[in-house]
């Protein structure tokens, strides 16, 4: 019985033992081993990101940059400009005619003997217009012809159109004595020693 005993507590101490190791098997069977050295970590989540906005790499600024002067048309401009200086200038002549050129022509020059062709448009120096070859209202409508400096129309015409070129625009501010003097033509609606004022375009010469 004794001996028994012994067995049995031999036994149960042994399997004791047992347990434990195979639990501990058990559990180092179980455990997660670490990773091994050198394996890639977890991937990391991927994010949206932004692309750079595209540049122009070494291409210059583009600079507002004033072009260079075109010295033809600078050329040009001036003298426009210097005949619309002349155009505007106002002349007095010693007898008391009064020119201003509103156009310069180009054409050809008129001068004491030639037979110009003109366009022309009277009024007094209230405003009122008494004649015109261009207004259909005072029944001629045909240019005008002349002799320069032949007597044929009023001393201020001999002697403003003179000078006058082809294309031309010129007013006349005509003193009385230079006009019809006293003497108007009958039935004109002139008063005697009026000044007149005409706007001449000068359209041909002969």
């Not at 970590?41 to 790499?57: E, F, H, I, L």
């Not at 030639?114 to 209202?137: A, E, R």
């Not at 005072?138 to 082809?166: L, N, R, S």
Request: include cysteine; charge should be positive; aromatic fraction near 6%.
């Amino acid at each position: 019985m004794k001996r028994q005993f012994i067995s049995v507590a031999i036994l149960a101490a042994f399997c004791g033992l047992a347990g434990c190791s195979g639990q501990g098997s058990q559990n180092s069977a179980t455990s997660t081993p670490p990773p091994a050295s050198g394996a890639p970590p977890s991937s990391p989540p991927v994010t949206a990101t932004q692309s750079p906005a595209p540049t122009m790499g070494n291409a210059p600024a583009n600079k507002m940059t004033a072009p260079p002067p075109n010295k033809k048309k600078t050329m040009t401009n001036n003298a426009h400009h210097a005949a619309a200086q002349a155009a505007s200038k106002t002349i007095t002549t010693p007898d008391g005619l009064q020119y201003t050129d509103e156009t310069v022509g180009t054409g050809t020059e008129a001068k004491t003997g030639d037979t110009v062709t003109v366009n022309y448009t009277g009024s007094l120096q209230n405003g009122k217009v008494f004649d015109s070859n261009i207004d259909p209202k005072f029944g001629h409508t045909q240019p005008f012809q002349f002799t320069v400096g032949a007597g044929q129309v009023i001393k201020g015409w001999d002697e403003g159109v003179a000078g006058m070129k082809v294309g031309g625009t010129r007013k006349l501010v005509i003193p009385g004595d230079l006009a019809y003097g006293p003497n108007p033509p009958p039935g004109a609606p002139i008063p005697p020693n009026a000044t007149l004022i005409f706007t001449v375009q000068l359209k041909g010469v002969q």
